[in-house]
């Protein structure tokens, strides 16, 4: 099977919105990944990574990465912080400052060794 994955420079929105980077396959061997802009007191809403591993770059603002279905395990996240997120795990961030939290998920298969 020929591959059709390529080197990508993909320039990065300044608007108040989200934006889609990778897609996945083709484009990607299976790593997906975007941008996510949380106004104040927003969150992206409790989701699982499945079978998936997930990287979180935070570029800026600051927020709370709360890990499970409770409250108490939470984690202070923001502009400089990189937090890693293992398969099937259920979480949410959510904006806890007064500036936008922008930050960059990467999602990829997770693969045993």
Known sequence: MASVEKTLVIDLN???ENQKLLAGRPQTR????GRVYLAK??????????????????LSGRG????????????????GKVSYIP???????????????????CVAPATGE
Request: proline share 3%; glycine share 8%; with cysteine.
């Open 14 to 16: 300044t608007k108040s």
């Open 30 to 33: 299976g790593m997906r990944s």
């Open 41 to 58: 007191d927003q969150a992206c809403g409790q989701h699982s990574t499945k079978d998936h591993e997930e990287m979180l770059v935070f």
């Open 64 to 79: 709370k990465l709360q890990i499970g279905e409770k409250e108490k395990d939470c984690f202070e996240v923001g502009k």
């Open 87 to 105: 398969p099937k795990t259920i979480h949410d961030v959510q904006n806890t400052g007064t500036e936008p939290l922008i930050y960059i998920y």
